[in-house]
């Protein structure tokens, strides 16, 4: 059974500051997501890693992804109040041959960016 | 990017009747869309894998006789809960999977709760 875990979940930061998220999981995959969930709302796709070694960015968020440590990371550069949200990191398992499919969340972290 | 639509939006209606949620691929094509749940403070969590043309497949411990869902074409899929209780009370989100593309686009999100 695929494990997602996510820490910290939660995370109170000033802005200004940066900080990680960490995504571990179980399995092998090489198709990870991270998704952004403003409260009372769905998911907003942040990004899509498909490879050992990809590494995104969008503004001050950079997402990067090791396939062998079964390891992403989100960071946060210079935090905005606007980056306040749950974050969630979620594994791809179709096509592996393991007959699951869909995604399987992390249990997200909940990031509070005080002025 | 691709949209993905849901109706309604949010439901009250009363213990054991049934509601059906649509959920719809606005300006592509989805072979496969998918049906999550996420009740308050917690994770998404996979319900049923919906193909066109064929039968859905439902994750363990998700009652495919209460959750019905059709896939009745390449732009819509709907999610019955059939004679619904408070328990079924939830936030239920779909997504949908482009023919040619990695990421899955998920919709607005279904807010039921039973009375």
């Known amino acids: 059974e695929l494990k997602v875990e996510q820490n910290p979940l939660f995370l109170s930061m000033q802005e200004g500051k940066n900080y990680t998220i960490y995504c571990n999981y179980s399995?092998?995959?090489?198709?990870l997501y991270w998704y952004r969930q403003d409260p009372g709302k769905s998911l907003e796709s942040l990004f899509v890693l498909l490879s050992n070694g990809a590494v995104k960015q969008e503004g001050r968020l950079m997402a990067s992804l090791d396939t062998k440590a079964r390891l992403s990371t989100l960071h946060i550069t210079a935090a905005v109040h606007d980056l306040s949200a749950t974050y969630f990191c979620a594994v791809d398992m179709t096509g592996s041959g393991g007959g699951a499919d869909g995604l399987t969340f992390g249990k997200g972290t909940h990031l509070i960016i005080q002025p | 990017g691709a949209v993905v639509s849901q109706h309604p939006s949010r439901v009250i209606c009363k213990s054991g009747t049934s509601v059906k949620i649509e959920c719809r691929s606005l300006?592509?094509?989805?072979?496969?869309m998918f049906w999550y749940r996420q009740f308050p403070k917690q994770s998404l969590m996979l319900m049923a894998t919906s193909n066109e043309g064929s039968k859905a497949t439902y994750e363990q411990g998700v009652e495919k006789d209460k959750f019905l869902i059709n896939h009745a074409s390449l732009t819509l899929s709907t999610l019955t809960v059939t004679s619904a209780h408070p328990e079924d009370s939830s936030f239920y989100i779909c997504?949908?999977?482009?023919?040619?593309?990695?990421?899955?686009?998920f919709g607005p999100g279904t807010r039921l709760l039973v009375l």
């Open positions: 300006d592509f094509q989805a072979t496969t």
């Open positions: 399995t092998t995959s090489d198709r």
């Open positions: 997504s949908a999977r482009q023919v040619i593309e990695e990421t899955q686009y």
